[in-house]
């Protein structure tokens, strides 16, 4: 939010000494390659008869998305979003199936009904769309990605077995993402079903059932007699209405990507949800850092279709690479632009995870060297005797060039160990092994990490491989 003296006198149409002396007698002053902020020229222009305008750099996205508020006139009615938590085998599984084959007519669906990570059933006449990954997992990597796709969590506890670990995990979640919960009951045929030991336990977590005077409603079900299904669809509708769930089915579309999946025949496959607006056939999207156009539709009974509105969940080809769940889309007005936008979002991401101190590896370390991230190679040697770890040391610090200096941060006798890929996980160090192993944990924590890992039987043998790798030289592993 500068101009240079020149620029703002060539703007103004008067030359740069008539400008430094309206600066001067305001008391500011400035050579002609000097910068002024907004302010000053604005004041200077004023003397001039002019008027400066701060020049914003309008993104492509906020050229191709549209970002408009919606009015209340607008906005209709929408289905709710529904996900199902819970502890495993308390029947999270078995219910989604239950209110799926209660309410999805088979000629509807011609007898197949397909995953594709979220369906819609009708409860006389009023839709529900859920979410079908049961657990959390899918919906917490979801809103980590700042997408957030459920208005309500049914969370099903067992009435036989009560409230368990992962129960009290899905409490968490759902209360941290501000979803209504309803709890769902479910065994209740069971023998040893215990409903009101369930509510007991609830409280301990603050959720108190309605029918004890708090506002957590508790249905009993059974997936299995598919028993309760309908009244806790009623429910979920009940809530619905309090949440006054709305959307404008009439503009673009935008919305999160729930599953992607490549098909080797159709091409990169994603079920998308959308939120707002409505996704039309032959509709340019871009999700994330995939771009193209709607070429097929299907709604999740298989059936095809020409438009989602919003809360319906669909199943679309077109686009040009696999997204990753959880990505937001939208539909976009330009398709040149949007490819551009795209492009950009790649760029950016690569250098993302360049910068997010992608692990160095021998096999990385000449490119990460290119690119000037790195300056300095370490390395954590262990070895069966002192000796041994000495005589790397020399050896490997001795390999330091112009460019990279090698740095031996670590040295020990014994088996590489969890505190040693510990160290090298935070100090972006590779580990080299003499006739050691990694116990089975440090293994792991390595594989995890992508902390890279060597062993040897020969000293030359790691000097010759460090040596190549930092010239780039490194033979590829099959
Ligand atoms: P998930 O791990 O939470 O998805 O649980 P599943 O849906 O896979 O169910 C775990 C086990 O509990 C399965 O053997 C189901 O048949 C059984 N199950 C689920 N719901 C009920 C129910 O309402 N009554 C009874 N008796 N068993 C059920």
């Known amino acids: 939010e500068s101009i240079t003296v020149g620029e703002l006198a060539l703007r103004l149409k008067a030359t740069a000494a008539e400008v430094i002396k309206k600066l001067m007698a305001n008391g500011v002053f400035a050579s002609i390659n000097d910068e002024v902020d907004f302010d000053t020229a604005s004041v200077v222009a004023m003397e001039f008869h002019a008027k400066v305008e701060k020049e914003v750099e309008v993104t492509i996205e906020e050229q191709i998305i549209d970002d408009s508020e919606d009015t209340d006139a607008d906005l209709e009615t929408r289905a709710p979003v529904v996900v199902v938590m819970g502890h495993v085998d308390h029947g999270k599984t078995s219910l989604l ?55 309500i969590a049914v969370l099903v506890v067992a009435a036989d077995d009560g409230v368990m670990p992962q129960t009290v995990e899905a409490i968490h979640h759902a209360k941290a993402a501000k979803v209504n919960i309803i709890v769902a009951i479910n065994k209740i045929d069971k023998p040893g079903a215990n409903p009101e030991h369930v509510m007991e336990e609830l409280t301990k977590y603050e959720l108190v059932p309605e029918e004890w005077g708090g506002d957590v409603p508790c249905i009993r079900v059974s997936a299995k007699q598919k028993t309760g299904i309908k009244d806790l669809l009623e429910m979920i509708l009940l809530v619905a209405d309090m949440k006054e769930l709305k959307a404008n089915p009439n503009r673009a579309a935008k919305g999160v990507v729930i599953e992607a999946r490549l098909d080797k025949g159709r091409g990169p496959i994603a079920t998308m949800l959308v939120q707002n607006g409505t996704l039309h056939i032959g509709d340019i999207i871009v999700a994330g850092t995939s771009v193209g156009r709607v070429r097929a539709m299907a709604s999740a009974s298989g059936k095809e279709i020409e438009a989602a509105a919003p809360s319906v969940p669909v199943e679309i080809t077109g686009l040009d690479s696999v997204p990753t769940g959880g990505d937001t889309f939208n539909a976009v007005s330009d398709e040149r632009l949007a490819r551009q936008l795209v492009e950009q979002r790649r760029t950016a991401q690569k250098e993302e995870l360049f910068n997010s101190r992608t692990k160095v590896t021998l096999d990385n370390l000449f490119e990460q060297m290119q690119i000037g991230d790195m300056k300095e190679l370490q390395i954590i040697v262990k070895a069966d005797v002192q000796g041994s770890v000495e005589a790397v040391r020399q050896s490997l610090e001795k390999l330091s060039n112009e460019e990279v200096r090698v740095n031996v941060i670590h040295g020990g006798v014994g088996a590489i160990s969890e505190s040693d890929v510990m160290l090298a996980s935070a100090s972006n160090a590779i580990i080299v092994g003499f006739n050691v192993r990694p116990d089975p944990v440090a293994e792991e924590n390595a594989k995890r990490d992508g902390v890279d890992l060597r062993l040897y039987r020969v000293i030359y043998d790691c000097i010759q491989e460090i040596d190549s790798a930092m010239k780039g030289m490194l033979a590829p592993k099959f």
């Open 97 to 151: 199936d239950a209110i799926r084959h209660t309410n999805v007519t088979e000629s509807e669906a011609g007898g197949i009904t397909q995953h594709i990570g979220a369906y819609q059933v009708n409860l006389d006449g009023r839709m529900v769309t859920f979410l079908d990954t049961p657990g959390h997992e899918a919906f917490t990597t979801m809103r980590a990605r700042g997408a957030m796709a459920t208005d």
